[in-house]
């Protein structure tokens, strides 16, 4: 359409036509990928049974840990009882590196950098679900802009002395001798893993009302200072 005659539309006040909805990435570029990435433990589509991973047909909208008759870690049941559900953006993080989402997932897979590649690999997905071109429309804020946890706050040297003393208002629910009474054992975890786990409850990825609300009180340097000194508890 010519630019005077947008604008003319404009200025009459006309609606422009309705913009095609925009695609998630290339299903045949994640077509290889789920080949060569997840096919050695995942079926998808027509007859597709559960293998060491569940049947990935039907995946968006779901209940994390809900295919019948897949044993399921603990922390990924528990995860779908916290209410995570499988969307663009909870699969993004999933994929791109699974423990950041569901810390002790049985997933043994390294994860998947490029968001270009997660997008094509989604776009794949995506067509074996109830109604495929239905969900970037049904769900517009579920496209995960922002790019994944930035560098700086992983390299932020924390202080383990500043841990302990953090840590007192994380003691009355986590046990600091490592054992799980209900609550998960976050002692002795390396940083790392420790860092992005919160950032995923404070980007409100991880559903936990809970610690949504005590990661989003923590600045990077707390989150820093608490994952150096649980890392190190006997
Ligand atoms: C080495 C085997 C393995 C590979 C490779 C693997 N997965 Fe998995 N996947 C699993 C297992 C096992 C689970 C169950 C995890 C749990 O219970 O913690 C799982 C769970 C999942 C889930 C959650 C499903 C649900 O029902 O909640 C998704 C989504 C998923 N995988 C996608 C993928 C994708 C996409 C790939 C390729 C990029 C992939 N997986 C590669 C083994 C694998
Ligand atoms: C009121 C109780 C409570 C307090 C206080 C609390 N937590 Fe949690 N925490 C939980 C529960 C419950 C879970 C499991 C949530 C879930 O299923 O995602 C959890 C999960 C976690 C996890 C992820 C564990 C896993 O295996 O996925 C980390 C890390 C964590 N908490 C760190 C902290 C830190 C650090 C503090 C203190 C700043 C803290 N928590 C304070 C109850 C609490």
Redesign the pocket.
């Known amino acids: 359409m010519s630019r005077a005659l947008l604008l003319a539309l404009a200025v009459s006040g006309l609606a422009a036509p309705p913009v095609a909805a925009e695609s998630i990435g290339d299903p045949a570029r994640g077509a290889s990928l789920f080949d060569r990435q997840c096919k050695a433990c995942h079926q998808i589509g027509a007859g597709a049974v559960n293998r060491v991973g569940p049947v990935l047909t039907g995946l968006f909208g779901r209940r994390a840990g809900g295919v019948a008759g897949f044993t399921y870690s603990k922390?990924m049941t528990?995860?779908g009882n916290?209410g995570l559900t499988w969307t663009l953006q909870t699969l993004d993080a999933y994929i791109e590196n699974p423990k950041a989402l569901v810390?002790?997932t049985r997933m043994n897979y390294r994860g998947m950098a490029d968001p270009a590649a997660r997008a094509d690999l989604m776009a794949f997905l995506r067509d074996y679900s109830d109604k495929p071109r239905d969900i970037p429309e049904a769900e517009p804020t579920a496209r995960k802009t922002e790019p994944g946890l930035d560098p700086a706050i992983l390299a932020i040297e924390g202080d383990p002395e500043y841990g302990a003393y953090?840590?007192s208002?994380?003691s009355?629910?986590?046990r600091t001798d490592g054992t799980d009474a209900g609550?998960?054992s976050?002692t002795r975890w390396p940083p790392e893993d420790?860092v992005v786990?919160?950032h995923a409850y404070k980007s409100r990825l991880?559903p936990?009302p809970?610690?949504q609300m005590?990661a989003g009180r923590?600045s990077n340097d707390e989150i820093a200072a608490?994952a150096a000194y649980f890392a190190t508890l006997e």
């Open positions: 922390p528990r995860m916290d810390s002790g953090l840590s208002e994380c009355t629910c986590h609550i998960p976050i420790f786990a919160m991880r936990h809970v610690m005590m923590l608490l």
